[in-house]
């Protein structure tokens, strides 16, 4: 907190939520909503080009077939999105007894939602555990849904494909790339995603 509170005033957000939000916002409201963004955006989008980067070294066939239509790497992105999202868990209090297909949620429980199985759901995507560029836009949860949905997700999204399309046109040419050693995950019950991995040709 204390490092991203150094840096907040050069975040040109920061400026103008105190600039515009003069008398409304205080200083205090301001950095606590950079911090907010800070935490929320910047974990979420490194561990989602790390997935994508990782899936294009494993598939040399993928690799080639973005960088012979660019216009495809927007379905590859949302795809990887679907199976492998940043946060696995949406968690919840229920504020009421309730039953979730047919199971009883009591006032006070939390309640986990895990994003990969809801994605997979089987009941909305063919063959659901593939990567398959050519679905129609069924919308996965990934970004979450209604009153909290992610404020991020439409940027996001072109700053991981804007990743991913500079990636494909410098290697992906016709020789393989190949990972060069293990890939060290980062595995927790809320975070699934490639901490770091080498690439050699
Ligand atoms: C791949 C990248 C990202 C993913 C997968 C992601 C995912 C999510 C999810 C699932 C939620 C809903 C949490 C809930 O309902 O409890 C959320 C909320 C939020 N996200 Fe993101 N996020 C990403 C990037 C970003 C970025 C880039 C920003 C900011 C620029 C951002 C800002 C926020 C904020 C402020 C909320 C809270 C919204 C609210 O509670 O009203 N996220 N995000």
Not at 135 to 149: C, D, E, K, T
Request: net charge neutral; proline share 5%; glycine share 6%.
């Amino acid at each position: 907190m204390a490092a991203i509170d150094s840096v907040a005033p050069q975040a040109a957000l920061a400026g103008r939520l105190l600039e515009d939000g003069a008398g409304l916002i205080a200083q205090e409201d301001a950095l606590s909503l950079v911090r907010l963004l800070w935490l929320a955006s910047t974990a979420t989008t490194e561990r989602t080009i790390g997935h994508c980067l990782l899936r294009l070294v494993e598939d040399s066939g993928l690799l080639r077939r973005l960088a012979a239509e660019p216009t495809l790497v927007p379905a590859f992105v949302e795809e990887v999105l679907r199976l492998t999202p940043p946060e696995n868990l949406i968690q919840r209090r229920a504020v009421a007894d309730a039953s979730i297909d047919g199971r009883a949620v009591r006032a006070g429980d939390l309640v986990q939602i895990c994003l990969p199985a809801a994605n997979r759901d089987p009941a909305h995507y063919d063959v659901p555990d593939e990567l398959r560029l050519d679905r129609a836009a069924a919308a996965n949860l990934s970004f979450g849904s209604g009153i909290h949905q992610c404020v991020g997700g439409p940027m996001t999204r072109r700053v991981v494909a804007a990743a991913v399309a500079a990636f494909v046109q410098r290697f992906g040419d016709l020789a393989p790339l190949r990972l060069a050693g293990e890939v060290k995950w980062v595995h927790a019950m809320v975070v699934c995603a490639p901490r770091e991995f080498r690439i050699a040709r």
